[in-house]
Every structure is written in C-alpha cells, then in structure tokens.
C-alpha cells in the first residue's frame, strides 16, 4: 500500500485543516499553458512552433481554460499555503510574450519568497534569448542567500519550514514530436551534493522537476532520458519526495530505494477542463508535520468540478515517506 485513505473521494468541497499538529503547508500546480496567439507572428511558426500551434488549434485551445485556472487561482488564495511550487509549461509556444503572462500568473500566485518555479518542455520549446524570457522569471528560480546569486542556475535550494525544496531543470530543445527531457551530467554532479548537504542538515528534501523520473509513467517520446542516472543519483543520496508535471494527469509511482520509498507525486495541467476526467484540472496541498513516530505528510487534492465551476476536495492522503510505515 502507497497510501492510507483518510477521507472519501469527494467528501468536502471547502478547505478544512489538514490532520495533525500544526505544520508548513506546500501547494503544487502545473502546466497552465498559457498562451499569446494574439501575438503571434508567421516567423514565429517557422521552426517547432508550428506543430505546438496546430496542436492548440486542433484540441488544446478547448481544454485549457482561463475559467479554470481562475477558479484555481481563488482556490488556492483560499488555502493560503505557505509556499507554492509550479513545475513547469507556464507557457505552450515558448513565446516571449507567454513568459509575460507566466511572470504576472507568479506575481498573482505570490511574492518571490513564497512561490518557486522550474521550466518545462514548453517553455523551451525553441532557443530563445534569456531576458525575453527565463530572466522574467529569475527572482522566483533564485536560490536562498545571497540576492546577488545567479538565477537560473540548477538545481537551486530554498528552504521554507524545515522543507528543502531543490528547483532542477529537465527543460531543453528537443526535435519535432518530441518532448523528452534531460537533467545532464553537470547538474546531476551538482544535484548530488545539494542532495547529500541537505540529508546531513536533517531537512526534508522535496525535489521539484517537470519531467517525471520513474520509467513507464509517460511515453518514449516524451520520457526523461537520463532517468536511469536520476535513479541511481536517488540511491546514493535519498530523497523524501519528489513532484513534478508534464503528464497532465495524476500520477503516483513508488521509486524503490536503500533510503525506502520515494513517491513522486505529479498532477495535471492547472488549466484543463478535462473532458477526460483523469485529465481535469488538479492541485494538491501537502502539509508537512511531525507525529510521535516521526514525520509526516499529509495530502489534500483540489480538482475542478465543472458542475461548481469550482475546486472541490477529491481526496486526504497520508503520504508515507522513506523510513516510515504507512
């Protein structure tokens, strides 16, 4: 057994204090996919972007929604977490004007301190130059310390609540009709250490990434290429969870471990109105506490339901972690 049921599919459709002592509350959305069609130009389409446009106009431009993801951007103003992790494919094109529509969605969701963001497959749909777009968002991919420290740099560490959250990037260029991703060999060394320095600190490691790490959770053309070496990276250094996007459905798969367990955790697009009801919008609210056994994670999904045009509560989790029973 992953999980232990705490509550009943469906059983509230208001926020209620998860179970447990008081603890630090992570909210974690994904793939809003947002888009600037109003201002796209013929040059822009003559590279990938011509697939990601014909993509929207055939299907994607009906499921994502504005409606949604303001119902979620209330939802979750309701929830008042303490800090926010989006990972990733804020935008669908890459366009410099779509990174300006991700930058005012961060600044709506919260200050630099209280919402983290990593890229995804999307946002580096094609090269593009920094400061149109990924510098738009450096304050809230910038590590904690020195305000002078490079962002965009990955991984990079803040640590909110006795929580470290380790930002890592999978996002590159990749080919017509592929969307894998990549952490590569460089961040990977660096990744280590945060992992190992973090571990000797006692936090509880949260890493945050866009492509999921476990194979057969997504297709070949779309999977994390150098997940073997993540795996391998997990075995050495450990981890507590992992959450991360880009399937655009709920997704919970048990990474196996000599530290245990490690579940990651990814959810769907923040935007869809989800004709496939897998695929409806999702957020989830992870509360972090402490029990006389040790701790703990308890989990709160939020999914859209189209009758309220509302989030309403789907389901309580207690998230068992590394070194723990359920």
């Known amino acids: 057994m992953i999980f232990v049921k705490t509550d009943p599919p469906g059983s509230a459709d208001r926020h209620e204090p998860l179970s447990g002592r008081a603890g630090f509350t992570l ?3 994904s793939d809003p996919h947002l888009t600037a069609m109003e201002e ?3 040059a822009d389409l003559l590279n990938k972007r ?4 014909l993509s929207w106009r055939l299907h994607r431009g009906v499921e994502h929604q504005d409606a949604v993801l303001s119902a979620l951007l209330a939802d979750i103003r309701s929830a008042a977490p303490g800090h926010i992790a989006v990972t990733g494919d804020l935008t669908h094109l890459g366009l410099p004007a779509e990174f300006r529509a991700g930058l005012k969605l961060l600044r709506t969701l919260g200050p630099p301190g209280k919402v983290t963001v990593i890229p995804g497959n999307h946002d580096a749909y094609v090269r593009t130059p920094r400061r149109r777009t990924f510098g738009l968002w450096s304050d809230y991919m910038r590590p904690d310390g020195d305000e002078t ?3 965009g740099r990955f991984p990079f560490l803040r640590i909110r609540g006795g929580i470290a959250l380790i930002g890592v990037s999978t996002a ?14 460089s961040q990977m060394e660096r990744l280590g250490r945060v992992l190992s320095d973090t571990r000797e600190r006692g936090l509880l490691r949260v890493v945050l990434m866009h492509h999921p790490p476990a194979p057969g959770t997504i297709s070949r053309r779309k999977r994390l290429t150098d997940h073997a070496a993540f795996r391998a990276l997990l075995v ?6 992992i959450l991360h ?3 655009h459905r709920s997704s919970f798969t048990a990474i196996p471990t000599p530290w245990g367990k490690i579940l990651s955790v990814g959810v769907p697009s923040a935007s869809a109105l989800g004709r496939n009801a897998g695929r409806r919008a999702r957020y989830h609210l992870y509360r972090f506490g402490r029990d006389p056994d040790g701790r703990r994670v308890d989990l709160c999904v939020r999914v859209y339901s189209p009758e309220k045009r509302c989030f309403v509560t789907e389901r309580r989790e207690r998230i068992p972690l590394p070194g723990t029973t359920a």
Not at 172 to 185: H, M, N, Q, V
């Open 27 to 29: 909210a974690h959305l």
């Open 40 to 42: 796209l130009r013929p």
């Open 50 to 53: 011509a697939y990601g446009y």
């Open 149 to 151: 420290a490079a962002a």
């Open 172 to 185: 590159r260029p990749t080919l017509p009709f592929l969307a894998t991703g990549r952490i590569g060999e």
């Open 236 to 241: 050495r250094n450990g981890a507590e969870l």
């Open 245 to 247: 996007g880009h399937t």
